[in-house]
């Protein structure tokens, strides 16, 4: 198959090009090359792959349709370009309109008029569903727990966007399940949770695991946003990257697939409880102390995977202990 990769040389397009290239895929790299840590993953590409990662900008629809227009169509788009911080979408919201809602229009207008076969397969959030303050939630001494969820969310759960990164990743979402039920491709939008893995590039405000795992390793302070108990279920990269590979190979045309994806309920981890693990796996004695929450944070989000496993028959391989002992050693040897 011949594959375009937005976003190709962020954290979860490198992983998946990687797992591409591996299997002997034709891969097209496009990436602006503005996150931290993207020139170093465009280097590893190169060297790795012999994949040189094309400059562009999605919301730069002439540039970008002008581009693609030579490359003569594609088999599938892993539509992963975007903005990925909330708060950044607050310092700027117009820019994170830009990139994650005016670039997938810009991606999904490319493939109806010029390669209308191809599958796109593009990131969500679980931030469209917003702060989740409707939902009852308990707490015990290290995480807060969603009772009447036991098996995490499914899509059932109401959509409401918050913050401009929601608002934008859920415009996103719409579109692309719209241009399924509209024009008749095969679609899907991913919803997913915290992934982490290899080629990441942590800040506090986005690629959490990493961030605290190398802090703790550096033995610096943290300070916490809200008290540590929000939990998330941790989904590997490499997991992300098989998953796209069978989403390419089963959607059908008009059919709407907006999916949660994430590590499930086995995967799920609080931050006191990652610092459990490090105390008790590393001998890091954690320092840290609380703080203010961040804006329209959720005290919890655990994916439901029933969907996406009834459509392809995917369920996550690498469990948290073992994804979480190679953030450690990576932090270990920076």
Known sequence: MKWLVTGGAGFIGTN?????????????????LSRLGSERNAEFLKEQFDI?????DVSDRQELSSFLDREEGFDAVAHLAGQVSLLESIRNPRRDFEINATGTL???????????DATVIGMSSNKVYGDLRAVRITE?????????????FNESLPLDPHGPYGCSKGTADQYLADYARTFGLRTASLRQSSVYGPHQHPRS???????????????????LNGVGKQVRD??????????????????EPYAINQ??????PSNALSILELFGW?????????????GEERPSDQPVFISDNSLVTRLTGWVPEIGVDSGLRQVLQAAQQD
């Open 16 to 32: 998946l090009v990687a797992h591409l290239a591996g299997a002997g895929e034709e891969v097209c790299v496009i990436d602006d």
């Open 234 to 251: 941790l989904l590997h990269a490499r997991d992300l990257a098989r998953l796209f590979v069978l989403l390419a190979g089963c959607l």
């Open 259 to 264: 999916i949660n994806v994430g590590g499930g």
């Open 106 to 116: 810009n991606i999904l207008e490319w493939v109806r008029t010029r390669s209308s």
């Open 140 to 152: 015990t001494p290290t995480r807060y727990v969603a009772p009447d969820w036991p098996n995490g």
């Open 205 to 223: 405000d986005q690629g959490w695991v990493a961030h605290l795992v190398g802090e703790a390793v550096c033995e610096r302070q943290i300070r």
């Open 278 to 290: 490090l105390a008790e796996t590393a001998d890091l004695d954690v320092r840290f102390l609380p």
């Open 52 to 56: 040189k990662p094309v400059v562009i």
